[in-house]
């Protein structure tokens, strides 16, 4: 039972590269969520999926995509990425309303 | 809108202290849930506690205790006879319930150093 999962851990890109986050749970769990992570801030809600087949904007979606693919992965993608969104991101799924969270994948973008 | 205020940007102790961490909170909701998360210098974010708006009674979990008080909206969070280990940022987090799926809202979080 690895929980959630991220991939990759560590990724540098330049100014409008396109890249896929992706974020996989073995928890059957139903809601998956995406958060980033700035220096200073909390973490801030991006997109999240309520269920297999959903997704809703969060606080800061401008920028990017998701897609669930099915109940275990939900992926995040930077069509065209640009230096302010380099920060960490956090993928999470819910169980009994506590989230849990991936390990976290670090994205510069130069 | 929701809001979480984690006042205490950084604090530093030195090892046994006592040491509070402040959340205080604002939603519109009546049912909602309060988080604690650590994160580690290793980066991952480990689930500390959650309650619910209707249970007030404090927590204690070994040298970890909660304070939620709905009257003055804040959940409190205090390490007792601090160790190194407990050296990270902790964050405060409010949930609220909606039907397509529950959304977080963080505080900015707490730089706690304890140093030996």
């Known amino acids: 039972n690895a929980g959630v999962t991220q991939t990759p851990k560590f990724q540098v890109l330049k100014t409008g590269q396109s890249m896929t986050l992706q974020c996989a749970q073995d928890?059957?769990?139903?809601?998956m969520y995406w958060y980033r992570q700035d220096p200073g801030m909390g973490l801030r809600l991006i997109y999240y999926?309520?269920?297999?087949?959903?997704?809703d904007k969060g606080e800061v979606p401008n920028g990017y995509n998701v897609s669930r693919l099915n109940k275990r992965e939900f992926s995040l993608r930077l069509e065209s990425a640009a230096p302010s969104q380099t920060s960490v991101y956090f993928c999470?799924?819910?169980?009994?309303?506590?989230?849990?969270f991936g390990p976290g994948t670090r994205l510069t973008v130069l | 809108a929701q809001k979480v205020t984690q006042a205490q940007t950084e604090i530093s102790v030195v090892e046994k202290e006592d040491v509070t961490l402040d959340c205080v909170y604002e939603?519109?909701?009546?049912?909602?849930?309060l988080f604690w998360y650590k994160q580690p210098p290793s980066g991952e974010l480990v689930f500390l506690i959650r309650?619910?708006?209707?249970?007030?009674q404090n927590e204690i979990s070994g040298r970890y205790s909660w304070n939620f008080q709905k009257s003055t909206s804040s959940f409190n969070f205090t390490i007792t006879a601090s160790q190194v280990v407990d050296s990270a940022v902790y964050f405060c987090?409010?949930?609220?319930?909606?039907?397509?799926?529950?959304?977080?809202?963080f505080g900015e979080g707490t730089q706690l150093t304890v140093n030996p």
């Open positions: 928890m059957n769990h139903n809601s």
């Open positions: 309650r619910n708006s209707f249970d007030e």
């Open positions: 999470a799924s819910t169980w009994t309303g506590t989230q849990y």
């Open positions: 939603t519109r909701d009546t049912t909602y849930y």
């Open positions: 999926s309520a269920s297999e087949g959903t997704t």
């Open positions: 987090a409010l949930s609220e319930e909606k039907t397509s799926g529950s959304r977080l809202t």
